[in-house]
T-cell receptor
Framework: KNEVEQSPQNLTAQEGEFITINCSYSVGISALHWLQQHPGGGIVSLFMLSSGKKKHGRLIATINIQEKHSSLHITASHPRDSAVYIC???????????FGEGTQLTVNP | GAGVSQSPSNKVTEKGKDVELRCDPISGHTALYWYRQSLGQGLEFLIYFQGNSAPDKSGLPSDRFSAERTGGSVSTLTIQRTQQEDSAVYLCAKGRGQAFFGQGTRLTVV
């Protein structure tokens, strides 16, 4: 069992739909990251969370430390949101990141 | 990625040759990380530098892999006697929470 699990693996949506990607982890963490990877490989950090909720534009990230679960929401999705979204955790035992397998999101016009 | 330069962006090498991949955290951070993303797989940790020291190199897959960092800045990942399974995108990241990733080096071993 992976230490970080994401669902779904693949997600196809129509433009304008509300998107939710989930991440569960099994280890103690100091922080959780949501990353975005576009074709071509570049990775962009979207959020770093240690508690509660953060919002940036149409993106919202939440974390429940007790339940070891985080969600990434995209409101009013757009084709340019199409990318791989990756959840990653910083374990309390060290500073390196442990990654989920990623969620491939495709938003169709 | 913001403030992290990796070179080369692409590298094709013959099996058995040695390769060097470079990471320059342009604005400078004491923490620097190397990760690898194989085709169809998730990212995996390779090595972590704090300054010029590597307190965690547990992710290096074999003794063919080594890395060094000089002056608390540029880091080089060296793969000796490359194998086809080494083909992957090698990513470097810096900073608190490793928020800044380079664009990666796509290594293809033929």
């Amino acid at each position: 069992k992976n230490e970080v699990e994401q669902s779904p693996q693949n997600l196809t949506a129509q433009e304008g739909e509300f998107i939710t990607i989930n991440c569960s982890y099994s280890v103690g963490i100091s922080a959780l990251h949501w990353l975005q990877q576009h074709p071509g490989g570049g990775i962009v950090s979207l959020f770093m969370l240690s508690s509660g909720k953060k919002k940036h534009g149409r993106l919202i990230a939440t974390i429940n430390i007790q339940e070891k679960h985080s969600s990434l929401h995209i409101t009013a999705s757009h084709p340019r949101d199409s990318a791989v979204y990756i959840c990653a955790v910083e374990e309390t035992s060290g500073s390196r990141l442990t990654f989920g397998e990623g969620t491939q999101l495709t938003v169709n016009p | 990625g913001a403030g992290v330069s990796q070179s080369p962006s692409n590298k094709v090498t013959e099996k058995g040759k040695d390769v060097e991949l470079r990471c320059d955290p342009i604005s400078g951070h004491t923490a620097l990380y190397w990760y690898r993303q194989s085709l169809g797989q998730g990212l995996e940790f390779l090595i972590y530098f704090q300054g010029n020291s590597a307190p965690d190199k547990s992710g290096l897959p074999s003794d063919r892999f080594s890395a060094e960092r000089t002056g608390g800045s540029v880091s080089t990942l060296t793969i000796q006697r490359t194998q086809q399974e080494d083909s992957a995108v090698y990513l470097c990241a810096k900073g608190r929470g490793q928020a800044f990733f380079g664009q990666g080096t796509r290594l293809t071993v033929v």
